[in-house]
């Protein structure tokens, strides 16, 4: 570490004493912090208020309770965080309704501004030094926000028949609990979740106490491998659960939502194919990432699945009494090393999830269902060079479009023609060498190309300027 030299190693001969001591002041307030505001965002080019600077979060512990009268919850969320500037103040995004009844930086009380789309701006009573530790405890109520983004769709809070589901991806977080909330940001987690005991309370990673007094249950979950906040997860209502391990050993559990009147048999496949799909892609992509596995089958009406960390969540509403199909669970699940264990560096690097979590179906479908992935491929490729799928970047699709097929589809493709032109022998070693190198943190298609490069002596400028970085269907 450099800092600014104190005083001369020399001086010239005849300066008064006087003078090198009137001197010494001026350099030491040169010693002292500087402490300005944090960003208000991260940076990033498609969420530009997303995220925040100035802190890296280490931990939430989200204390919250669930009133299925008013709909609404009574929280006190915990921050540990590390400074990487001197702080005079700093941002956690906080969006929608819900009343703050206090907030608190190490114990004290600090004063705090809403601003913006989403900024809880927080001063403390004096500023905090760089690279210290530092707490935040801010206390709240009401009935959280849903999001209903004309071209992301629903996320956030999400009421369901019995209760509710927290779904997070790309910005809902922030409608349940303070957080700085980018892919980059990841922390481990602790949720003690209280809930009346004819309900039952879930999150990602595992259970590590359940109580039940004077009518309400709570429950303690830890995640304790770190995770982006869009990976965040709660669901609150009536479930049926199962617990078990799979063959290798890897806990598992699984929910489903009384509301989809599903059948104990059909719920013990999906249990049971979840474990299967969770070793079979750990025999692909190395080591399963997390503490556990598993899934939450639910009725909230959004029409998607989503890769919440450890634990995904599948939407099935409009088919009740159904479960999720064996490729919708590789999809997800494969998510857990794409996604999840290795997540992206900004948000036009999404097809790094998506592709990777397209081409886990089609692995699924060679192994179980006897398509072979060349099939798959040609399926896709079939569409007509008119489609809307050739239209827009794999690598940067615009904000509005991280959900679209070019993401999904195209980035599988993409996948494909890569293992065509570094063989098979490369491609099985880049699938379990890239999430080993980056797991539990993240990774840009930047970083992607030249991993896969220096894997297979490959140059592979071609293959990215065509499958990634350029619009139109490629030629073969």
């Known amino acids: 570490m450099s800092r600014t030299p104190r005083a001369l190693a020399a001086v010239t001969l005849g300066v008064s004493a006087a003078l090198a001591v009137s001197a010494a002041p001026a350099v030491a307030d040169q010693d002292k912090p500087q402490f300005t505001p944090g960003a208000p965002g991260a940076g990033d080019p498609y969420f530009p208020d997303m995220g925040n600077g100035g802190y890296d979060v280490a931990h939430y512990k989200i204390d919250l309770r669930y009133d299925p009268g008013t709909k609404g919850i009574k929280a006190v969320t915990r921050i540990k965080a590390r400074t990487t500037q001197d702080l005079s103040r700093f941002d956690l995004d906080f969006l929608g309704p819900l009343t703050i009844s206090s907030v608190q930086v190490n114990g004290n009380d600090a004063s705090y501004t809403r601003t913006g789309a989403q900024e809880l701006v927080i001063t403390p009573r004096k500023g905090l030094q760089k690279d210290r530790n530092f707490t935040v405890t801010v206390a ?109 050993g890897v806990p598992n559990l699984t929910a489903t939502d009384q509301a989809l009147a599903i059948k104990p048999d059909d719920a013990q496949k999906f249990h049971d194919q979840t474990a299967e799909v969770t070793d079979f892609q750990a025999g692909m992509y190395g080591s399963y990432p997390f503490t556990s596995t598993g899934g939450i089958a639910v009725k909230a009406g959004v029409g998607y699945a989503l890769e919440t960390q450890g634990r995904p969540v599948y939407d099935l509403g409009r088919r009740p009494g159904t479960i999720p199909r064996g490729t919708l669970l590789a999809h997800e699940l494969g998510h857990q090393w794409f996604g999840d264990a290795v997540s992206p560096a900004k948000w036009a690097d999404i097809w790094m999830n998506e592709g990777f979590a397209t081409y886990s179906e089609w692995l699924y479908s060679e192994k179980f269902e006897g398509t072979p992935v060349q099939e798959s491929f040609d399926g896709v490729y079939a569409t007509p060079a008119s489609d809307g799928l050739w239209k827009g970047r794999v690598a940067d699709p615009g904000r509005d479009h991280i959900f679209d097929g070019l993401v999904y589809d195209r980035g599988a493709m993409a996948l494909h023609v890569l293992r065509k032109t570094i063989g098979d022998e490369s491609f099985t070693e880049l699938l379990k060498a890239w999430p080993a190198a980056h797991l539990h943190g993240n990774a840009s298609t930047e970083d992607f190309v030249r991993f896969a490069a220096q894997l297979s002596y490959k140059n592979l400028d071609a293959w990215a300027k065509t499958w990634l970085y350029s619009e139109g269907k490629p030629s073969l």
């Open 140 to 248: 709240y109520s009401g009935v959280p926000q849903t999001i209903n983004d004309a071209t992301l769709g629903t996320s956030g809070w999400i009421p369901t028949p019995d209760g509710a589901v927290m779904l997070n991806q790309p910005f809902g977080a922030a409608t349940v609990f303070p957080v700085n909330d980018h892919p980059t940001d990841k922390a481990t987690y602790t949720y003690v979740l209280s809930t009346p005991e004819n309900l039952t309370a879930l999150a990602n990673g595992d259970l590590r106490e359940k109580t039940t007094e004077d009518g309400w249950t709570t429950t303690r979950w830890d995640m304790p491998r770190p995770m982006a906040s869009e990976l965040s997860m709660l669901a609150i209502g009536k479930y049926d659960v199962l617990t078990g391990q799979s063959a290798a």
